[in-house]
């Protein structure tokens, strides 16, 4: 019997009922998608297209939880304009529960904010991130996306939170520096993360002849040194208001609802949203790869 069945047939024997507002959240969370938006460079975009995803993901219905992972610079409560009193550094030193930290954003979404500056988060320890693990195994609300928002780059945080997803999505430009730490970042998580699928997104680009040329390049890269194909999620173009909308601190989806990049990022999210989940490596922890423990 596993803790979820274990718990109903207490509920049950105690008079309560197994309704499912009352299964527990380690089972009604099973299904939840995590997602990381990761790049190899850095200021690609990663932080305004997991928020954005997450607010149209909202909007259609979802319920869903935005993580701020960029743990040393935080920024999602700098773009969204919030400032929240407590956040994941308070839950890594047990101060806080994880759910005296999510606070609610635009559109209801769910927001686990980070800290900046601290640099003990830029570097997190095996302890810390079990901690942190566990309590995003037990968060007691009912989620169907966790976005993650990571740094850029291949620290060790940065892989870890990509395990702790193993949906990746991996946003590049046409710059060539981007492409070729995507490629870096793709060879590492592949090579020694084990992790096999990897979404592509262009940010950035001026039409759908250069966002193809960008993941043609690519996937022409890993498919003949690693062997392994990557997917086409889409694009996004560039769009000066990206930058507006930041400094107004409101998402793009929120500030320009009928912009040709809105659009573009609610086609990307429809992709998704209709994929079937990576099935693949599924272990006995229910909502996260076991995989990722074994690696930490
Ligand atoms: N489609 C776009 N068109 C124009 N500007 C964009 C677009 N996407 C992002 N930007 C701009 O690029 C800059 C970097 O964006 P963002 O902070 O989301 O990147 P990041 O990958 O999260 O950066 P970091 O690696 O520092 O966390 C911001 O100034 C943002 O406004
Ligand atoms: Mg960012």
Redesign the pocket.
């Known amino acids: 019997m596993d803790q979820a069945e274990m718990l109903r047939s207490i509920m049950e024997e105690e008079g309560g009922t197994s309704k499912p507002s009352e299964i527990p959240s380690r089972e009604r969370n099973e299904g939840v998608r995590v997602i990381a938006v990761t790049?190899g460079?850095?200021?690609?975009?990663?932080?305004?297209?997991a928020a954005n995803f997450a607010y149209i993901t909202a909007l259609k219905g979802k319920r869903t939880l935005l993580v701020d992972a960029?743990a040393g610079?935080a920024?999602i409560d700098v773009?969204l304009g919030i400032t929240p009193e407590f956040n994941l550094y308070h839950v890594l030193r047990g101060e806080k529960k994880l759910s005296e930290v999510i606070v609610t954003g635009p559109g209801g979404i769910r927001i686990l904010p980070a800290s900046s500056g601290i640099a003990e988060m830029t570097d997190l320890s095996r302890g810390s991130k079990l901690t942190l693990l566990e309590e995003l195994q037990d968060i007691d609300e009912p989620l169907d996306f966790i976005f993650i928002?990571t740094?850029?780059g291949i620290a060790g945080n940065v892989m870890y939170f990509n395990m702790v997803a193993k949906e990746i999505v991996v946003?590049v430009t046409p710059e060539p520096t981007s492409l070729t730490d995507a490629y870096a970042l793709i060879k590492l998580l592949y090579k020694n993360y084990g992790a096999k699928r990897f979404k592509l997104v262009t940010?950035?680009v001026k039409n759908a002849a250069e966002s193809k040329a960008v993941f043609s390049r690519l996937s022409r890269a890993t498919e003949h040194f690693l062997n392994l194909s990557i997917d086409y999620l889409g694009l996004?173009?560039?769009?000066?208001r990206?930058?507006e909308t930041?400094k107004r601190q409101c998402l793009l989806a929120q500030g320009y609802p009928k912009s040709k990049?809105v659009q573009s990022l609610k086609s990307i999210v429809d992709k998704l949203m209709k994929e079937e989940p990576d099935t693949y490596d599924r272990g006995t922890i229910k909502f996260f790869g076991r995989s990722c423990i074994e690696r930490l």
């Open positions: 790049s460079k850095g200021g690609v975009g990663k932080t305004n297209i960029d610079l920024n773009i928002d740094a850029a946003v940010n950035m996004i173009p560039f769009d000066p990206v930058q930041v990049a």
